[in-house]
């Protein structure tokens, strides 16, 4: 099966794993001076008891156990390409004693599916700068939206188009290392369809990164617009 960007399934997940063999031991630790909204974006959360959340790319599980412990009675999903990073997640579940809070899967965004996690839908999915990393970013957005309840919310935080960030153009190099690419376009339609701080998008100092968080009719109608319309 191919991907867009002509992976095929296995060569993601297979790419991602080698990627994150050996980076997943220093990940977290690196990550937090340049993943910048992370926290931000969890404090505004503001998951109800019984709700249920999904983080798409949930890598070492770094923020679902934040979730877990600021909302204690959440229900949490996580799913990820890399079956290495998906080590490190239990790894560090269990070290923080939530290995029984945490239902993690290994697959690809563009095929996510509630039923795989033996749900019928989720309350709110979560996007951590994964959006960036995932080739059919367009057909993970559609698959979310069609994956949340008709209440439910998409949370992203993720780089922007970097407009106007100091040394973007060596940023970019840095992070092409990582397979890493800033979806300009992406926030070019939100800026167009949804506005800036106040109507759920809010852009960092410097276009740097992007924090948003839409309900799912309108995050369903992002995602079948003309510009971000994923392929079916």
């Known amino acids: 099966m191919s991907m867009p960007g ?15 063999r050996r ?24 998951l109800q008891p019984g709700q249920s959340l ?5 890598g070492t599980a770094r923020n679902l156990i934040t979730i877990a412990r600021r909302y204690p009675e959440a229900r949490l999903f996580g799913l990820d390409a890399s079956g290495e990073m998906l080590k490190t997640a239990r790894q560090q579940l269990a070290r923080a ?15 996510l599916t509630p039923e795989a996690f033996g749900e ?45 960030t100091p040394g973007r153009g060596l940023l970019r190099r840095w992070l092409a290392l990582f397979h890493v690419t800033p979806r300009a376009e992406l926030l070019e339609v939100l800026e167009r ?7 759920g998008l809010n ?8 924090r948003l968080k839409l309900p799912k009719g309108t995050m369903g109608r992002l995602a079948c617009g003309s510009t971000v319309t994923a392929h079916r």
């Open 203 to 210: 852009v960092l100092p410097g276009r740097y990164a992007f």
């Open 120 to 164: 019928q839908a989720f309350d709110h999915v979560l996007f951590s700068y994964s959006l960036s990393m995932i080739p059919g970013w367009r057909e993970a957005i559609f698959a979310a939206a069609n994956a949340i309840s008709p209440h439910g919310h998409i949370h992203i935080v993720d780089f922007g188009d970097l407009k106007t």
């Open 6 to 20: 002509g992976l095929s399934v296995e060569g993601h997940a297979g790419l991602m794993d080698n990627v994150y």
């Open 97 to 111: 004693g939530l290995e029984n809070r945490v239902v993690l899967v290994q697959g690809l965004a563009e095929e």
């Open 23 to 46: 980076q997943r031991y220093i990940y977290d630790f690196t990550r937090k001076y340049y993943l910048l909204g992370r926290d931000t974006l969890i404090r505004e959360l503001e």
């Open 193 to 199: 369809e949804v506005g800036t701080a106040g109507k």
């Open 54 to 58: 999904l983080e798409i790319g949930c």
